[in-house]
């Protein structure tokens, strides 16, 4: 059985910074594509950014491009996304998941596992 956990959310001003990880227990996280979804009060939850499990390959939406960016460190089993210039339309629970295969997307029925989410509050 796959879990994820997410941490790191918090209060952040506009144009400040935060580090989101994903821990993920049972299985080996090699094989496993991993994304990074949000949703903002009120809004379809959106796809922000996943990386594969074959080649490491990412991709982002147009909406954080440039801004954040996704990384993971299979020896402890964990998936970060690092957050810069944050905006106040960054608020959102962020949640991460994870689908086994080499092959990563932002669409969100692509993935099976999901975690709990975290909240993300950008706000002066």
């Known amino acids: 059985q796959v879990q994820l956990v997410e941490s790191g959310g918090g209060l952040v001003q506009p144009g400040g910074s935060l580090r989101l990880s994903c821990a993920v227990s049972?299985?080996?996280?090699?094989?496993?594509?991993i994304a990074w979804f949000r949703q903002a009060p009120g809004k379809e939850r959106e796809g922000v950014s996943c990386i594969s499990s074959r080649d490491g390959s990412t991709d982002y939406s147009d909406s954080v491009k440039g801004r954040f960016a996704i990384s993971r460190d299979n020896a402890k089993n964990t998936v970060y996304l690092q957050m810069n210039s944050l905006k106040p339309e960054d608020t959102a629970v962020y949640y991460c998941a994870a689908q086994l295969g080499g092959t990563a997307t932002i669409l969100e029925g692509w993935y099976f596992y999901w975690g709990q989410g975290t909240q993300v509050t950008v706000s002066s």
């Open positions: 049972g299985p080996t996280l090699d094989y496993y594509a």
